[in-house]
């Protein structure tokens, strides 16, 4: 199989691309494949954390771009999974520290050995997103169905489109199935007619993400939480497998689905 990189981003911050990155690498690993994670988003390191390998830490990425250490010391094995792996960043750098073209080898380093690649990134409106979006083939944006995060959702795609990534494909996190109900929040269907990019995924707001994080363990790994369950039919889209829209994952009635159905006209 051929290896891809993947770069998950979103206009906004704070919408859950590191939550998605260590998730969706899990959950590929634990479907047989090889996976390494990258932070990428330099100074505002967490991707460790949330995957529990903080203690691990021996290089970072800035470390091998630096000449201090080879790439592949800095590869950090994952304590329950054999085939998943991450590498960190360093805090203390600026955002500037990776240039494009660095990041572009390191991706293609890593493709030799690994079906996947998932890079955490920043923010697309901070500086550093399109350094760390430089070695992908394929993009996930990923926003929550507030109006602010989708409308900068919607610059980055158009960045991302100029950057010639693609498939790009959108997550939408942090749905609360109450809120859209009574109308006070928007509903997928809404956020894709303002996007109009393929979805790939639904994802509820979940307090098991945040315990998950806390305990440094991605749900994907042994969780059956709607968000776990979310995450991992991400992982069988992304991978090709044909999985339906849970009504469970879109946390909804029949009649959103219908309304869904309309908009992607089943
Ligand atoms: N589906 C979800 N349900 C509940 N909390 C979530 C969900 N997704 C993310 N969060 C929380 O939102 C915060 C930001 O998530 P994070 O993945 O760090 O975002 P980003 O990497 O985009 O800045 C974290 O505290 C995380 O636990
Ligand atoms: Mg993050």
New binding site residues.
């Given amino acids: 199989m051929a290896s891809r990189v993947i770069v998950v981003t979103?206009g906004k911050?704070?919408?859950?691309?590191?939550?998605?990155t260590a998730n969706l690498a899990a959950a590929l690993a634990v479907m047989g494949n090889k996976v390494v994670a990258i932070d990428g988003?330099v100074g505002l390191r967490?991707l460790d954390v949330?995957m529990g390998l903080e203690n691990r830490i021996v290089y970072t990425l800035i470390d091998a771009l630096e000449e201090n250490c080879r790439l592949r010391q800095t590869l950090i094995k994952d304590k329950r999974i054999d085939n998943l792996f991450m590498i960190p960043t360093a805090q203390s750098k600026t955002k500037d520290a990776v240039t494009s073209e660095q990041m572009i080898n390191v991706c293609n380093e890593l493709r030799e050995e690994f079906d996947y690649v998932i890079v955490?990134s920043p923010?697309g409106i901070e500086a550093g997103f399109r350094n760390a979006s430089a070695g992908a083939d394929e993009a996930l944006v990923?926003t929550t169905p507030e109006v602010s995060a989708v409308r900068d959702a919607d610059r980055i795609i158009g960045l991302l489109e100029s950057m010639q990534k693609s498939p790009i494909r959108l997550i939408v996190?942090?749905i609360k199935p109450q809120m859209v109900k009574k109308g006070d929040m928007l509903g997928v269907s809404d956020v894709l007619d303002i996007l109009a990019i393929d979805l790939i995924g639904m994802?509820?707001?979940?307090?098991s993400?945040?315990t998950s994080?806390n305990r440094g363990e991605p749900l994907t790994i042994s969780s059956d939480t709607p968000?776990a369950r979310a995450f991992k039919n991400i992982a069988l889209r992304l991978s090709g497998t044909e999985t339906p829209f849970l009504s469970l994952e879109q946390g909804e009635s029949n009649g959103f689905i219908g309304k869904l159905k309309r908009v992607f006209g089943l």
């Fill in positions: 979103s911050g704070g919408v859950g691309k590191t939550t998605t988003d967490n949330i955490d923010a990923v996190n942090r994802v509820p707001d979940d307090e993400v945040v994080a968000a």
